[in-house]
């Protein structure tokens, strides 16, 4: 009986299922998360270097503001 269903399943394309490789696919991920959240944290950076942190005198350039115009 096993002969005769492994015989069947061999004609109908039974078998073994193909494995897909996605660790390329994982590792793009993993890559563009790191751009984005570099980005993102030079979103926030400011020219005191901490968050909160008061700009000396000549810090800034003059005639720009937060919209950077």
């Known amino acids: ?21 996605v660790q390329p696919a994982i590792n793009t991920v993993a890559d563009e ?3 984005a959240k570099k980005a993102r944290s030079a ?3 400011n020219a005191a270097g901490q ?14 503001n937060l919209f950077g115009n």
Request: hydrophobic share 30%.
């Open 51 to 64: 968050a909160g942190e008061q700009l000396q005198p000549g810090q800034t350039q003059p005639g720009q």
């Open 1 to 21: 009986m096993g002969a005769v269903v492994r015989a069947i399943g061999s004609l109908l394309g039974g078998g073994s299922k193909p494995k897909a490789n």
């Open 33 to 35: 998360e790191s751009k």
């Open 43 to 45: 979103l926030i950076q």
